[in-house]
């Protein structure tokens, strides 16, 4: 099983371009999240969704997009990227159950916004 | 602001010693779960307390969680140089679905 895959790896946009970051899991979790991690920030929560065809904002939403078509795809957008959103991101998905129990992570995306 | 603090922010041990670190909380919780980051890699899942646990073990790992005081601690023992990472605690809040991550405490195992 490769478990939660995430591409690109790096990628280097302009300011005011846009991009979207895939991830992909194969063990057929109900949950998907997109983290980003800043330097001393630990992980700050985008966008998550508890089931296909369902999103929902985490704490830092603004200026991204998700979208959740199909089970094992959760996808992060940005429309129109400001340095801010330099960062590292990660994908994580999970079983899903009354609570939440553990996560598994993609390798993580580094994006850099010039 | 983030649910759970990691005290301290980094730590810097020798081989053979023991390494804690804290986690604390503001509010009530359905379970903590503790994670390792090694250098630009994902983070990999080491041990979840629920909140109606006090302790737990794993391998080398021992977790404990004081509600009253919304704390937790980690407890690696008898650490070894692959232990070098960093260690973060997440809190499922009690309205659930989803993990908020404190910084992470920085731990460097000398060999």
């Known amino acids: 099983n490769a478990g939660v895959t995430q591409t690109p790896k790096f990628r280097v946009l302009k300011t005011g371009q846009s991009m979207t970051l895939l991830c992909a899991q194969d063990m057929n979790h109900e949950y998907m999240y997109w983290y980003r991690q800043d330097p001393g920030m630990g992980l700050r929560l985008i966008h998550y969704s508890v089931g296909e065809g369902t999103t929902a904002k985490g704490e830092v939403p603004d200026g991204y997009n998700v979208s959740r078509l199909k089970k094992q795809n959760f996808l992060l957008g940005l429309e129109s990227a400001a340095p801010s959103q330099t960062s590292v991101y990660f994908c994580?998905?999970?079983?899903?159950?009354?609570?939440?129990?553990?996560?598994?992570f993609g390798e993580g995306s580094r994006l850099t916004v010039l | 602001s983030q649910q759970g603090e990691e005290d301290p922010q980094a730590l810097s041990i020798q081989e053979g010693e023991n390494a804690t670190m804290n986690c604390s909380y503001k509010t009530s919780i359905n379970n903590l779960q503790w994670y390792r980051q090694n250098s630009g890699r994902g983070l990999v899942h080491l041990i979840l307390?629920?909140?109606?646990?006090r302790e737990k073990h794993s391998g080398r790992l021992r977790v404990t969680l004081d509600t009253s005081k919304k704390s937790s601690s980690l407890l690696i023992t008898a650490s070894r140089a692959a232990d070098t990472a960093s260690y973060f605690c997440a809190t499922d809040k009690a309205a659930g679905n989803k993990l908020t991550f404190g910084g992470g405490t920085r731990v460097l195992v000398k060999p």
């Open positions: 994580a998905s999970s079983y899903g159950t009354s609570d939440t129990g553990e996560l598994f």
């Open positions: 307390i629920r909140s109606n646990e």
